[in-house]
C-alpha cells in the first residue's frame, strides 16, 4: 500500500519554463510534507516543506501548494534551469515537522532541456 | 547548514563478509538517526531508526541480525551488513533529524555491491 505517489516516473521541461511536479497521499494522518532532490549516487537534498496548516510555501524559484482536501501537492519551479535536472522526491510524516518518520513517493526524474 | 558525512561512499566486498557503514553529524547533535535503503528506480525505504544509547528500531520485515545498528554517541551511527550476500547490493543513506524546519539532513549514501 503506497501511501505517497509520484505518479509521473519523469517529465522534461524547457529550459526557462516552469515545472510542476505532483504527490499524492491517502494517509489523511499526514501532516507535514517535504520535497527533496537527489542526483545519482548522492543522498537526497532538502528543497522545501509544508505543515497542512498552510495551502503554499514559497523559497525563491521553488513553490510548494498543497490542497488537504484532495491529498494533493504539487512543486512549482519557475524558471526551470539545466541545474534543477534530477530525481525529486515527495515526503510526508504524521505527528508534525517533529516526527521522525518520513515516507517517500518513489519519485520524479526531471530533465530540464537547455 | 547542517552537514552529515557518510562513510564509505562505495564498497564492494566478497560474498560473506561484513560491511560498516558510518554516518555522522558533523556540527549538530542528532539524538535519532534514520537508515534507508534505496533499490534501482525505487523509493528510499526507511530500514530502522537508530537511536543513541538504545537499541534501534527496525522496520518490518528487515532483520536485525543482518543489518546491525550501534548509535555509539550523539554525533555517530554506523550500519554493519552481516555475511553480505549479493541480494544485500544496494544504496543505503542515513539521515539525522536537525533543525525541525529545514527537514531531514541526508548522508551522501553508499553503495554496496556483493559480489
Known amino acids: 500500500d503506497q501511501q505517497v505517489k509520484q505518479n509521473s516516473p519523469s517529465l522534461s521541461v524547457q529550459e526557462g519554463r516552469i515545472s510542476i511536479l505532483n504527490c499524492d497521499y491517502t494517509n489523511s494522518m499526514f501532516d507535514y510534507f517535504l520535497w527533496y532532490k537527489k542526483y545519482p549516487a548522492e543522498g537526497p537534498t532538502f528543497l522545501i516543506s509544508i505543515s497542512s496548516i498552510k495551502d503554499k510555501n514559497e523559497d525563491g524559484r521553488f513553490t510548494v501548494f498543497l490542497n488537504k482536501s484532495a491529498k494533493h501537492l504539487s512543486l512549482h519551479i519557475v524558471p526551470s534551469q539545466p541545474g534543477d535536472s534530477a530525481v525529486y522526491f515527495c515526503?510526508?510524516?504524521?505527528?508534525?515537522?517533529?516526527?521522525?518518520?518520513?515516507?517517500f513517493g518513489k519519485g520524479t526524474k526531471l530533465s530540464v532541456i537547455p | 547548514g547542517a552537514v552529515v558525512s557518510q562513510h564509505p561512499s562505495r564498497v564492494i566486498c566478497k560474498s560473506g563478509t561484513s560491511v560498516k557503514i558510518e554516518c555522522r553529524s558533523l556540527?549538530?547533535?542528532?539524538?535519532?538517526m534514520f537508515w534507508y535503503r534505496q533499490f534501482p528506480k525505487q523509493s528510499l525505504m526507511l530500514m530502522a531508526t537508530?537511536?543513541?544509547?538504545?537499541?534501534?528500531?527496525?522496520e518490518q520485515g528487515v532483520e536485525k541480525d543482518k543489518f546491525l545498528i550501534n548509535h555509539a554517541s550523539l554525533t555517530l551511527s554506523t550500519l554493519t551488513v552481516a555475511s553480505a550476500h549479493p541480494e544485500d547490493s544496494s544504496f543505503y543513506i542515513c539521515?539525522?533529524?536537525?533543525?525541525?524546519?529545514?527537514?531531514?539532513?541526508f548522508g551522501s549514501g553508499t553503495r554496496l555491491t556483493v559480489v
Open positions: 556540527d549538530f547533535q542528532a539524538t535519532t
Open positions: 539521515s539525522a533529524r536537525a533543525r525541525a524546519e529545514r527537514g531531514y539532513t
Open positions: 537508530s537511536n543513541e544509547g538504545s537499541k534501534a528500531t527496525y
Open positions: 515526503a510526508a510524516s504524521a505527528g508534525g515537522a517533529g516526527s521522525y518518520q518520513l515516507t
